[in-house]
């Protein structure tokens, strides 16, 4: 089993740990067609479109 030859600093332990305290906000916006909110760059998986144009069919189920 390895074992590490010198202890690990106290800078370096936290410029490691410096991703765990971000906070993962997903950017949420509305559609401009239909209102709901839906994440950025994405299709709308309410109506079905993306950048004003209707890409996927939505079936009313």
Do not use: W
């Not at 590490?4 to 559609?31: G, Q, W, Y």
């Not at 067609?33 to 996927?56: D, M, P």
């Amino acid at each position: 089993m390895a074992v590490p030859k010198k202890r690990t600093s106290i800078m370096r332990k936290n410029m490691r740990r410096a991703h765990d305290f971000l906070v993962a906000t997903a950017a949420v916006e509305a559609c401009p067609n239909c209102g709901e909110l839906k994440l950025r760059h994405r299709v709308c998986e309410a109506c079905g479109s993306y950048r004003g144009r209707q890409v996927i069919e939505i079936r009313e189920d």
